[in-house]
């Protein structure tokens, strides 16, 4: 089967000024900002306010772009904020997550109160509503949420997932138009490290399919070997620097059932301590038969104390695919790969995207030395995946996204399309938008 990559739209959606409070527009890594319905295309930016301080100096702002015409913000929302906003679209109900700061103006941070804005797509002159998730318990959320907001467009559920500290975070699922508690979920424990310690799992790639979520995520902690870390500080000045070395799999029970820990047991899919390497999660897609699919990527040594304490060891950087069913691998393999002796562009961040009903490829980001370059892959299938060889075409667009892009995922309640829609950053700073065709012939 080929490819056919077709770029019909490249612009700008709006600048923005850097908040330096530590996030970003697109800093909610793991779920997406942007979703389209019919020919109507959301986007949610971050405005930064000059005459607030850190941390709470932004807002959000809502985009819409019909296919004929250009961007328009259609709503700024009133409260402060530090972090982007993940939103999911469940028929003609756009739903905005939000994490209003409740410290007064001009403090530096405190507490905050989770929020979802609903807009009516088919009538955007309508001023939105809006309703607090419900919890078990009463979580003190602060500034720093690291949420998870995706919906299911099937079910018409959606969940919101925030953190509280760094050994749970909280959950509430979205269920016949009404949110309801569901405890938490606790990270992997680190008890081989010097400092025994919980993982947290920051960025996850979360998908809602029947009821069940099914988490993808990255271990975000600090440095645990005080050598490295030393090592480190004396390179960068600072005295933390966290690590994303351990990546970890895990699904819930039904959450349509009320429990107070809804997930399963931890399936680590790699683990790069050994020799101070770095993992992060790139996507997750569950396949109509209920497999699931999950990308990331791995570098094998941290360059920068590579010579010092791992000599011989190659830099080497990969794309890894997996395949798990019933919570076991069934299948590994790499997409891309590139060592430090090699010639050619570097596997730097992927995503899956459904453009049919069970029929997904993979949109990957490479770094080169003329910056990014995109290519879009047929995965082969899976019971051949071991004999066959991955397929590049190339996505040529005159103006790549650098860094971290998100896509109109069915993770956010998108239904499959052929129509890819990409958001990401360029020069400016601005956000930027295209739109990709793919089919397969």
């Known amino acids: 089967m080929t490819l056919q990559v077709h770029v019909e739209v490249e612009e700008q959606i709006d600048t923005y000024e850097p908040a330096n409070n530590g996030a970003g527009p697109l800093w909610c890594h793991g779920c997406t900002v942007i979703t389209r319905h019919q020919d109507g295309v959301f986007a949610v930016g971050l405005e930064t306010l000059p005459n607030e301080v850190p941390l709470n100096n932004t807002r959000w702002v809502l985009y819409h772009r019909h296919d004929d015409g250009d961007w328009k913000a259609i709503h700024r929302n009133v409260g402060r904020t530090r972090e982007p906003s993940p939103i999911a679209l469940l028929g003609t109900d756009l739903l905005v997550s939000a994490n209003p700061t409740l410290a007064a103006t001009g403090e530096y941070g405190g507490n905050a109160e989770a929020v979802v804005f609903r807009f009516d797509v088919t009538d955007l002159e309508q001023e939105p509503t809006s309703r607090q998730p419900d919890w078990v318990g009463d979580p003190p959320f602060r500034d720093h949420s690291y949420r998870t907001f995706i919906g299911d467009a099937a079910t018409g559920q959606a969940l919101y997932m925030q953190n509280e500290g760094y050994d749970v975070a909280h959950l509430s699922f979205l269920d016949g138009g009404q949110w309801h508690g569901r405890g938490v979920i606790r990270w992997p424990f680190g008890d081989g490290y010097a400092k025994p310690q919980p993982l947290r799992l920051c960025y996850p ?59 399963g047991s931890w399936l680590e899919l790699a683990n790069r301590d050994e020799t101070a390497g770095a993992t992060r999660n790139c996507d997750l897609w569950v396949d109509p038969q209920g497999r699931t699919h999950v990308m990331w990527v791995e570098t094998s040594t941290d360059h920068r104390i590579r010579d010092q304490f791992f000599p011989g060891v190659e830099i080497r950087h990969s794309l890894e695919y997996a395949v798990i069913v019933d919570e076991q691998i069934q299948l590994q393999r790499t997409l891309a790969t590139l060592g430090e002796d090699e010639e050619g562009p570097t596997p730097h961040v992927a995503r899956f995207h459904e453009i049919a009903p069970g029929h997904v490829v993979v949109v990957a980001q490479f770094s080169t030395d003329q910056g990014a370059e995109y290519r879009v892959g047929e995965l082969p299938d899976s019971e051949q995946i071991d004999s066959e060889q991955i397929t590049w075409t190339p996505i040529r667009f005159a103006r790549p996204m650098s860094g971290t892009f998100l896509t109109n995922t069915v993770r956010s309640g998108c239904i499959p399309s052929n129509t890819l829609d990409m958001v990401g950053s360029i020069d400016g700073p601005a956000l930027g938008y295209a739109r990709i065709r793919i089919e397969a012939t």
Not at 206 to 211: A, K, T, Y
Not at 251 to 263: E, G, H, V
Request: proline fraction near 5%; glycine fraction near 6%; charged fraction near 30%.
């Open 205 to 263: 790639n979360v998908q809602l399919r029947d009821g069940v979520a099914h988490f993808l995520g990255v271990g975000d902690i600090v440095e645990p070997v005080e050598a490295w870390r030393e090592a480190k500080k004396k390179i960068t000045g600072r005295d933390w620097d966290y690590v994303f070395r351990r990546l970890f799999y895990s699904r819930s029970r039904p959450l349509t059932q009320k429990t107070a820990d809804p997930f």
